[in-house]
């Protein structure tokens, strides 16, 4: 069945992945008709800036960069905010929300990630909460006025940044976490057990090698009762465990998944006609939630959705930890490489290695004043795809 070019392209989703893909499409496609369908209200914000909010003293009105209106007139595109998807058609090239049905020649799934929450058990299980969306970090920031005691689950990338972030801004925080050491998943012991011993200079109280069972809320405080038999009252729990793509609607229209939704390198899905890019996307094996590898499949997209045939590229691509208690960039190796970490030290700076058998560089780990020598270690490590 051959459906009309003038049928618009549709996007699903109004996170950075989403704007961005359009954005680089209307660079060389101006006429095209594109409409976005979102639940939430569009309003487009720098999502990185969340856990790094308090030290820039940004509040919910000054991360918000544009409105939806804003936004739909800057990129001739139709924005229908509030707006749930409930059902895809892809051989129809149809979608459906709760009261329109849309006609589409191209589908993009930007549909971001969930939150994993942490397995509590307890009566204020409900009351702990997880930023993912600028209307969470609103109820965060309502949350924690006139608060001092702050706990953290999680020491993974978010869980330190966010740490950092409050210690900064005068709060008592609490980290507690399943790992030997903080960004466990990115970097050597050593590197971890330093940050650690920064941002606990900083103010950061960490209880590692232990997990919270049960969150009950006594005379308006929070008391979690962890592994390790120990107790911890506090006046507010944010959960920074993680997240998982956002795969719901592939499921119901029978695309295919995986830890995300597959797609290829030029971003098809399984589908014809849909593609995907963003948290949501597993691109040829690689679930990449970080804002690099967004911006490269943005641009290849939109060439690809202009007739240009593009295949996206992944070089080595590293990941600034936003930790000013103790600066680090890390550029992990893929998990299907078996290797070694080397590390040196140098004052308060690190340096770690990642090498193969054959000493061949697939990662790195800088910190403090050695984050200077990215550019040059870049250039040694092979491209991801």
């Not at 990941?319 to 208690?325: E, F, G, N, Q």
């Amino acid at each position: 069945m051959a459906f009309s070019q003038e049928h618009p392209i549709i996007i699903i989703g109004a996170g950075l992945a989403a704007y961005q893909v359009a954005r680089e499409f209307r660079k060389i496609n101006s006429h095209t008709p594109l409409i976005m369908i979102t639940a939430d209200d569009g309003r487009f914000y720098p999502k990185p800036q969340l856990s790094t909010a308090k030290t820039q003293k940004k509040s919910l009105e000054t991360l918000v960069t544009a409105t939806a209106e804003t936004m739909s007139a800057q990129l001739n595109m139709e924005i229908r905010t509030l707006t749930r998807v409930t059902a895809i058609d892809a051989d129809a090239h149809l979608i459906s929300t709760e009261t329109e049905k849309f006609h589409y020649q191209k589908l993009i799934l930007a549909c971001g990630a969930d939150v994993i929450k942490p397995p509590l058990t307890g009566d204020a299980v409900n009351e702990v909460l997880s930023i993912n969306h600028l209307y969470h970090f609103a109820d965060f920031e309502r949350k924690i006025e006139n608060k001092k005691h702050l706990t953290i689950l999680g020491a993974g990338l978010i869980g330190c940044e966010f740490a950092n972030d409050l210690s900064n801004a005068g709060y008592e925080v609490h980290v507690i976490a399943p790992d030997k050491f903080p960004l466990s998943l990115f970097v050597p012991e050593e590197v971890g057990n330093l940050l650690k011993k920064e941002l606990e200079k900083n103010g950061v109280h960490f209880h590692l090698q232990c997990v919270a069972n049960t969150v009950n809320k006594i005379n308006e405080k929070y008391c979690l009762d962890l592994s390790n038999g120990k107790k911890l009252e506090t006046e507010f729990i944010l959960s920074a465990i993680g997240l998982r793509p956002h795969t719901a609607l592939a499921v119901a229209t029978n695309i295919k998944i995986n830890r995300g939704i597959l797609v290829n390198r030029f971003l098809e899905t399984s589908a014809a006609d849909v593609y995907a890019l963003g948290d949501c996307a597993e691109v040829e094996g690689h679930v990449l939630p970080f804002i690099t590898p967004m911006l490269n499949c943005a641009r290849a997209l939109a060439k690809t959705l202009h007739g240009e045939q593009t295949a996206v590229e992944y070089p080595a691509m590293p990941v600034v930890v936003k930790t000013p208690a103790h600066p680090i960039v890390v550029c992990p190796p893929p998990k299907k490489i078996s290797g070694e970490w080397e590390v040196s030290s140098d004052g308060n700076s690190m340096r770690a290695y990642f090498f193969d058998a054959e000493k061949k560089l697939f990662g790195f780990v800088l910190t403090n004043e050695a984050v200077k020598e990215r550019a040059e270690l870049l250039k040694k490590i092979p491209p991801l795809i």
